[in-house]
């Protein structure tokens, strides 16, 4: 099908319907410029614009705050629009109706090429603002980003950096102990979102930070100081502060699923988030990619430079909230959740997305029961994936 303008009015009819608070029966979605208008339920068939195979699950969209690439890009090699426009909808045919797309660490010249397009780049469907992981990370904990590049941000760097305040809801990952106190103030001040990652922090450090208005940690368990019994470190943070919001990569490789349940245990669905840390091979059938002069393979569905070390994942936010029930446990309702309503209270966006309520915006998803993506909407404007064989209007 065409997509449709968002000052359309659209009734969506499903079978099932996530509002983002519980899973309700058979009803209809009513959308009207951009926004849930009314929702009714009941086994009555109303007239519908659009009508979802019997099967389908109706939920708010996804909501990724950590996908460096997708669709044969990787952000820090195209810091265009049409980079951005290509990782976006690489992620939408999965799921992903609102994302930030996100920079690793990189010379002085790629954040600012960034920046130059960031503004128009809010203009794209899908896009909710930018992720800027690192310069100011710590080198013991660098993973797979360039040591050479991992640096405390100068005057210049900073300029670039904060205007990302101005651009969306954007994040800033930074190891807190690597850089003064001052700066986390200036960039919060800026309009900046904070999570500590890539960080040999103490848990004594992290608390501080904090209370400077650090929110978040980035890929819990992951190129962090990890919890032991006499220093909590990162981990033990996180998992305590409920002040943070955690995003975790739910792949079955990054953490381990005794970890994962661990997480999910303590943070809560409220707290932890999914996100997918996707690279470039997303949405394709590729096997490599280079990652600043470094050979990244793809083999059962692991990525890893030559040296071994995890590069990104291979991962769609279906795929994640599919492994949330599969290798947590945990209910569909609760994997949907830190799917969507869980980033958007993180971004802050709370009372925009994460819900399927009246006056939210139509940023939604519906699915199959296997997981098989049928369609998604963005602003009430709809595409329809490959699954949608059954799909109709009404």
Same mark, same amino acid.
């Given at each position: 099908?065409?997509?449709?303008?968002?000052?359309?009015?659209?009734?969506?009819?499903?079978?099932?319907?996530?509002?983002?608070?519980?899973?309700?029966?058979?009803?209809?979605?009513?959308?009207?410029?951009?926004?849930?208008?009314?929702?009714?339920?009941?086994?009555?068939?109303?007239?519908?614009?659009?009508?979802?195979?019997?099967?389908?699950?109706?939920?708010? %969209?996804?909501?990724?705050?950590?996908?460096?690439?997708?669709? %044969?890009?990787?952000?820090?090699?195209?810091?265009?629009?049409?980079?951005?426009?290509?990782?976006?909808?690489?992620?939408?045919?999965?799921?992903?109706?609102?994302?930030?797309?996100?920079?690793?660490?990189?010379?002085?010249?790629?954040?600012?090429?960034?920046?130059?397009?960031?503004?128009?780049?809010?203009?794209?469907?899908?896009?909710?603002?930018?992720?800027?992981?690192?310069?100011?990370?710590?080198?013991?904990?660098?993973?797979?980003?360039?040591?050479?590049?991992?640096?405390?941000?100068?005057?210049?760097?900073?300029?670039?950096?904060?205007?990302?305040?101005?651009? &969306?809801?954007?994040?800033?990952?930074?190891?807190?102990?690597?850089?003064?106190?001052?700066?986390?103030?200036?960039?919060?001040?800026?309009?900046?979102?904070?999570?500590?990652?890539?960080?040999?922090?103490?848990?004594?450090?992290? %608390?501080?930070?904090?209370?400077?208005?650090?929110?978040?940690?980035?890929?819990?368990?992951?190129?962090?100081?990890?919890?032991?019994?006499?220093?909590?470190?990162?981990?033990?943070?996180?998992?305590?502060?409920?002040?943070?919001?955690?995003?975790?990569?739910?792949?079955?490789?990054?953490?381990?699923?005794?970890?994962?349940?661990?997480?999910?245990?303590?943070?809560?669905?409220?707290?932890?988030?999914?996100?997918?840390?996707?690279?470039?091979?997303?949405?394709?059938?590729?096997?490599?990619?280079?990652?600043?002069?470094?050979?990244?393979?793809?083999?059962?569905?692991?990525?890893?430079?030559?040296?071994?070390?995890?590069?990104?994942?291979?991962?769609?936010?279906?795929?994640?909230?599919?492994?949330?029930?599969?290798?947590?446990?945990?209910?569909?309702?609760?994997?949907?959740?830190?799917?969507?309503?869980?980033?958007?209270?993180?971004?802050?966006?709370?009372?925009?997305?994460?819900?399927?309520?009246?006056?939210?915006?139509?940023?939604?998803?519906?699915?199959?029961?296997?997981?098989?993506?049928? %369609?998604?909407?963005?602003?009430?404007?709809?595409?329809?994936?490959?699954?949608?064989?059954?799909?109709?209007? &009404?």
């Amino acid at each position: 099908m065409g997509e449709r303008s968002s000052s359309d009015v659209v009734t969506i009819a499903a079978p099932q319907i996530f509002d983002g608070i519980a899973m309700r029966g058979p009803g209809s979605i009513r959308i009207s410029k951009g926004r849930i208008e009314s929702i009714t339920f009941g086994e009555s068939k109303p007239r519908a614009s659009i009508r979802l195979p019997r099967d389908a699950i109706l939920a708010p %969209g996804f909501i990724d705050v950590q996908v460096n690439g997708g669709g %044969g890009v990787l952000l820090n090699d195209r810091p265009t629009e049409a980079g951005v426009r290509r990782i976006v909808e690489a992620h939408r045919k999965q799921g992903t109706t609102g994302c930030l797309p996100t920079l690793i660490t990189d010379r002085s010249e790629v954040i600012e090429r960034l920046a130059a397009v960031a503004p128009a780049c809010l203009m794209l469907p899908g896009v909710l603002g930018f992720h800027l992981e690192g310069p100011a990370l710590n080198r013991s904990r660098k993973g797979i980003h360039p040591e050479a590049e991992i640096r405390v941000p100068d005057r210049r760097d900073l300029a670039a950096i904060k205007s990302f305040g101005n651009c &969306g809801r954007s994040i800033v990952t930074l190891a807190p102990e690597c850089v003064p106190a001052s700066m986390i103030d200036e960039l919060i001040g800026a309009g900046l979102r904070i999570a500590a990652g890539h960080s040999d922090a103490t848990a004594a450090e992290i %608390g501080q930070a904090v209370n400077r208005g650090v929110s978040g940690v980035t890929h819990l368990f992951n190129a962090m100081s990890q919890l032991n019994a006499r220093e909590p470190g990162l981990v033990g943070a996180a998992l305590g502060d409920d002040r943070l919001f955690a995003g975790i990569i739910c792949d079955g490789i990054h953490v381990d699923r005794a970890c994962l349940r661990v997480a999910f245990r303590c943070k809560g669905r409220d707290r932890l988030m999914l996100v997918t840390d996707a690279m470039p091979l997303v949405g394709t059938n590729d096997r490599q990619f280079m990652l600043q002069g470094r050979q990244i393979t793809l083999h059962e569905n692991r990525l890893t430079g030559s040296d071994g070390t995890l590069g990104g994942a291979h991962l769609t936010m279906i795929e994640a909230v599919r492994n949330a029930v599969a290798l947590v446990g945990i209910s569909l309702v609760d994997a949907l959740i830190m799917a969507s309503r869980t980033p958007a209270a993180f971004l802050g966006l709370e009372s925009e997305l994460g819900r399927i309520a009246p006056g939210y915006r139509a940023d939604l998803v519906a699915f199959h029961p296997d997981f098989e993506i049928v %369609g998604t909407w963005i602003g009430g404007v709809g595409s329809i994936g490959e699954a949608s064989e059954a799909y109709h209007r &009404g």
